[in-house]
């Protein structure tokens, strides 16, 4: 590959490599002060074209790395950053075996983890970007690590990746924390903001899970919290997890673990200070 | 009344943990996540001690819980089995005695993937 750039997240060590430069560089600004890896890296991304004559006259990214999925859409090179940040995600989800994988938020205070998980728009990366600017420590708005032997919560405090009315919740901050604003993307219009600097100067802390919750954002919600049973937690997040089947044993003595030592709570909110006050409602119990 | 003999993996082969009532159960042999309510988790661990049919299952469970009538009880169990083998928990260990009159599945006591 003609441009490089290789990170740590977390625990995780990537290598990126690209046949353009535009992404890498872009890359480089966005994690600017993350550390580079110390040994091998676990996952390689490689952005190519997806036909070799389309580098020069229609450049399309086709994301490829260790792991692949078949059939994954090439996007536009002017979105080479997200094919990058979603080759990062795409290897985590496919070939992660240290960790049970949690398509979770994560925030940490005073060294324990509350997780956030929820579908698509539930509203995990903004709640968990909003607490990260107002005194929480951002552990990554995507996946959360369980380390099956210890039960802690590792962080991954990838760059949160901001979509549509979001966007408009993040213009107080430093603007060299956000990266070019992308359109048209598969997702609509998306935005990445690195995460704060304690975020990625304690990234390799992890934490004691104390809390579960299930965000849900809607502008009719009533702003309420409720209860929410371990059997459906546990269901729940053997649905959020891309890689529980994989883990086979290891995975449900884990995953059980958390549920029966972990509360769990469902919040609705309409606004996302409503969800930051109930985060911190829940949190103080 | 004897029925079809009914058997499932030793207590190793799985692990589980309760949830509340509700049993979570990992099928080591088929890498399967089951959520299981009483009388489930009864009758597998009633089955522990060796392949049983409904009405000795009965007898098995009557020394620690309190059964209703031991003929109601065996039906209720016989259908919970029937979930259960269809869910690939328990298998049919060999075709019943000549005299029970139960009808059975020819080539049965087939063990799952």
Known sequence: ?285 | MAGPLYAADPPGAVASADLEGLTALFHARSGTTHILAPPAPQILQALASGPADAGEIAARLAADFELAAEADAAAAISARLAELEAAGLVWRESAPTADSGTKTAAGSGQALE
């Open chain 1, 1 to 285: 590959m003609r441009h490089r750039f290789e990170l740590r997240v977390g625990p995780v060590a990537f290598r990126i490599g690209s046949a353009w430069r535009g992404p890498v560089d872009a890359l480089r600004r966005l994690y600017s002060g993350y550390p580079a890896p110390e040994g091998v890296c676990d996952f390689t991304v490689r952005l190519e074209p997806e036909r070799p004559w389309r580098r020069a006259l229609r450049p399309s990214v086709a994301i490829r790395g260790d792991y692949m999925l078949p059939g994954a859409a090439p996007l536009a090179l002017a979105h080479g950053l997200l094919a990058a940040e979603m080759g990062m995600n795409l290897q985590m989800a496919l070939g992660q075996r240290r960790f049970l994988l949690l398509h979770a938020a994560a925030v940490e205070r005073e060294g324990k983890a509350v997780l956030l998980t929820g579908h698509s728009g539930a509203g995990k990366s903004t709640l968990s970007a909003l607490l990260g600017e107002r005194g929480w420590r951002f552990m990554g708005d995507e996946f959360a690590l369980l380390d099956p032997e210890s039960g802690l919560i590792h962080s991954f405090p990838r760059t949160v990746s901001l979509k549509n009315e979001s966007l408009a919740l993040f213009g107080q901050v430093d603007p060299a924390r956000l990266g070019p604003v992308m359109e048209g993307t598969p997702k609509g219009t998306i935005r990445h903001l690195r995460p704060p600097a304690n975020a990625v100067a304690r990234m390799a802390e992890p934490a004691e899970p104390a809390l579960i919750l299930f965000p849900r954002f809607g502008s009719n919600m009533a702003g309420e919290a409720r209860e929410v049973g371990s059997a459906e937690v546990f269901v729940r997040l053997t649905q959020a997890s891309t890689n529980y089947v994989a883990l086979g044993r290891r995975g449900f003595v884990a995953l059980t673990r958390l549920v029966s030592s972990v509360p769990a709570r469902a919040i609705d909110y309409a606004t996302s200070d409503e969800g930051v006050r109930l985060v911190e409602e829940q949190w103080r119990g």
